[in-house]
């Protein structure tokens, strides 16, 4: 599995004119700065983007380690099994028209299948983006995105969609710290097992997010998820719940998605974490990307609006949180600056309207909420305007983190969207996870306190 992820050769077959795929993922390498060799493969083609081309595979004199294949879907099993015969370990296969696109199509894919067991050559897709390595630049996506789109961290996210992709997602924006991305498509050899056995000893990467549309060996996939959660987190969106849904998921990658139910009572036995949407997808694994486990679950909730916190709290109960008293000692700090408004959750607004020094009392008052004996964990909902600028911000959590040693989270709302997104850019730097929605940011913190319950059992 490594030669996709850290492969020193690669080589790519397609079509090398002007904009096309070909030459799309030579472009996406050299802009993240891939460091290995590039070999386009090409009868058409000496030079392709100041790199020597070579007509075939056997033509070129060094060891392949990855082989991306973007040809029409006829010719891709004559390629794979070329390079399988050449000694190249791997092949991502980013071509479709294959079991997803009817008989014919399944033909040609299982004649990929018996190559690989004659060959040895490990086989990614097809009908997939394959891969993406932050950490050295390795990607064969065909689809141009710009580099500063990425953000090196410790997220793996695995997919088989091509939506889940640098070249649809705002990525950086969010603050998504990945360290892999995956897209196993059709997935003919290298499945979801392949992938979480990769990843469960991956140093860079801390938490794995994967979205299912199916699986392919539940016995083998059990096993694999078991060994990987006594090591990091496993975030699971598992679509094609519907039987509307079950139809698109066998026209998209020609999986059949089988019972939700069984799923869903499977995920909860191995305790992996169900997520249900693409948002919470790719939102809640930054909570134990940038934050420390809970010690348990009780939460603490800090908003700028009474409703906006008792919403929080609805969100906080169905994820299975806590949300208790504050401690006397709490109480009676924080009702000096706001006695109707000292419970939990706490409502921080009449403070920043009336208080003569606003940012000194709400400091005081995040500090007092972080400390509380009675608190493991703190959902943080401000407001980001005319009265709480984006440098006021700043500097307000420039001020309380070297305080903090418990996780929290944050929604940040306002009327300006360009502001609440430019601060949250800012605090992700440091390592303070930002949401869009008040019971997003409540969900990822029951998502870690229920693993750190499973750890603990």
Request: charged residues 20%; hydrophobic residues 45%; proline residues 4%.
């Given at each position: 599995m490594d030669a996709f992820f850290c492969p020193n050769r690669v080589a790519i077959f397609g079509s090398f004119k002007e904009f096309a795929l070909g030459c799309g993922v030579i472009q996406n390498m050299l802009d993240l700065g891939y460091k290995g060799r590039i070999y386009p493969v090409s009868q058409s083609h000496e030079r392709v983007m100041e790199l020597d081309a070579f007509p075939t595979i056997s033509?070129?004199?060094?060891?392949?380690?990855?082989?991306?294949?973007?040809?029409?879907?006829?010719?891709?099993?004559?390629?794979?099994?070329?390079?399988?015969?050449?000694?190249?370990?791997?092949?991502?296969?980013?071509?479709?028209?294959?079991?997803?696109?009817?008989?014919?199509?399944?033909?040609?894919q299982q004649q990929i299948v018996d190559i690989t067991i004659g060959t040895g050559i490990r086989v990614m897709g097809p009908n997939t983006i394959g891969v993406l390595n932050t950490h050295n630049g390795l990607v064969s996506n065909p689809y141009l995105f710009d580099s500063h789109n990425l953000r090196k961290g410790s997220i793996a996210y695995s997919s088989q969609t091509g939506i889940a992709a640098a070249q649809c997602q705002p990525l950086a924006d969010r603050g998504y710290g990945i360290s892999k991305m995956c897209d196993i498509g059709n997935k003919c050899d290298v499945d979801e097992v392949?992938?979480?056995?990769?990843?469960a000893d991956d140093s860079q990467t801390k938490v794995i997010t994967m979205h299912l549309e199916d699986v392919k060996d539940g016995r083998r996939f059990l096993t694999a998820a078991k060994n990987l959660i006594t090591k990091k987190p496993l975030l699971i969106l598992k679509t094609g719940r519907s039987e509307a849904a079950s139809k698109a998921s066998a026209s998209h990658t020609g999986s059949l998605t089988g019972n939700d139910v069984v799923y869903d009572?499977?995920?909860?036995?191995?305790?992996?974490?169900?997520?249900?949407s693409w948002q919470e997808f790719w939102d809640i694994p930054k909570v134990f990307a940038a934050q420390p486990l809970p010690k348990g679950n009780r939460i603490g909730i800090i908003s700028y609006s009474g409703g906006a916190g008792v919403a929080a709290a609805d969100t906080a109960a169905k994820a299975g949180l806590t949300i208790p008293v504050f401690s006397d000692s709490t109480l009676e700090k924080v009702s000096r600056l706001s006695p109707r408004k000292a419970g939990n959750p706490i409502d921080l607004g009449p403070i920043l309207s009336s208080a003569y020094?606003?940012?000194?009392?709400?400091e005081k008052a995040l500090v007092d909420v972080f400390n509380d004996v009675n608190i493991d964990c703190v959902a943080i909902g401000m407001y980001v305007g005319r009265l709480a600028p984006k440098d006021y911000m700043i500097e307000l959590f420039d001020r309380v983190i070297p305080h903090v040693s418990k996780p929290f989270t944050l929604w940040l709302y306002g009327p300006t969207l360009a502001e609440t997104q430019e601060l949250a850019r800012i605090l992700e730097g440091r390592n303070v996870p930002t949401y869009t929605e008040f019971e997003t940011a409540v969900k990822a913190l029951g998502a870690a306190a229920q693993y750190q319950a499973l750890r603990n059992y």
């Open positions: 033509d070129v004199q060094d060891k392949v380690d990855l082989a991306i294949v973007i040809t029409p879907s006829a010719t891709v099993p004559h390629i794979v099994e070329q390079c399988g015969q050449n000694g190249v370990k791997a092949a991502v296969v980013v071509s479709e028209h294959f079991a997803e696109a009817g008989k014919e199509g399944a033909r040609l392949d992938i979480i056995n990769y990843l009572a499977a995920f909860k036995q191995i305790g992996a974490i169900r997520v249900d020094d606003p940012i000194s009392a709400q």
